[in-house]
């Protein structure tokens, strides 16, 4: 740029400028997932309603976990379905476009048409890293047990979100031998030095299948959220 500001953040990706506003923690909300079996799925939900306008949604869960459904309302609110195989507790940050107040001191920035895009009474967006999962999560082996790992961050306490929450079937056998279609998605969780990600069961359908590839998020954004 010619003129204006630009600041970058601890991890090298920019924080303030005067062209678009941050991010900001909005929401902190803990969600419990319970055991599910609707329409023959294997696993456990949450599910959360927020009022918001562009939310960005990041998790720290005790478990994998995959968004299932992310719906716009139309009334201000939105809604996501969270998935797991294992009972957990996702502390989810939810990020918006600020709801800006009134300063009487501190730092705020404007761009050239007046309009503030950013305050330092606000907790904005702090974005450690973008990393896409390896080739070695296309074809998982064992991969409840096994999940791909990034772990290049200095030790710190992160949150994830997936870019979108990547596909995949397999046969699977129950406890009678019969076969049935797992329908997986990708689920994903923090680690103290980056994240990791291991496939969930969102669906099982009993009869033959053939399973196809299966296909990992683009990318994982991974967020700081030290102190929020």
């Known amino acids: ?9 601890t991890w090298g990706t920019v924080q303030v400028d005067d062209t678009w506003a941050n991010l900001s923690l909005r929401y902190k909300v803990q ?6 079996g609707v ?19 990041f998790m720290k869960p005790t478990a994998s976990a995959c968004i299932k459904a992310c719906q716009n309302n139309g009334n201000g609110t939105w809604t996501w379905t969270f998935g797991t195989l294992d009972p957990a507790t996702i502390t989810t940050y939810v990020f918006d476009k600020p709801v800006w107040l009134a300063q009487s001191f501190g730092l705020e920035i404007y761009d050239a048409n007046g309009n503030k895009t950013f305050g330092d009474q606000h907790k904005p967006l702090r974005v450690a890293g973008v990393v896409q999962p390896g080739a070695a ?8 047990e096994t999940p791909w790992i990034y772990a ?10 997936a870019s979108n929450p990547g596909s995949g079937e397999q046969l699977a056998y129950d406890n009678a031998e019969a076969q049935f279609s797992q329908a997986l998605y990708a689920g994903i969780r923090d680690r103290q030095d980056g994240c990791q990600m ?13 399973p196809g590839s299966f296909v990992p998020p683009q990318f994982i954004i991974i967020a700081d959220v030290m102190g929020l």
């Open 137 to 144: 999560s296309v074809q998982p082996i064992n991969f409840y």
């Open 152 to 161: 290049g961050l200095p030790a710190g306490s992160y949150a994830v979100c």
């Open 1 to 9: 740029m010619t003129a204006g500001l630009t600041v970058w953040n």
């Open 198 to 210: 291991a496939y969930v069961p969102v669906a099982s359908i009993p009869g033959d299948a053939s």
């Open 31 to 36: 969600v419990n997932t319970t055991v599910t």
């Open 39 to 57: 329409n023959g799925s294997r696993g456990y939900e949450g599910t959360l309603t927020l009022p918001c306008d562009t939310p960005l949604l």
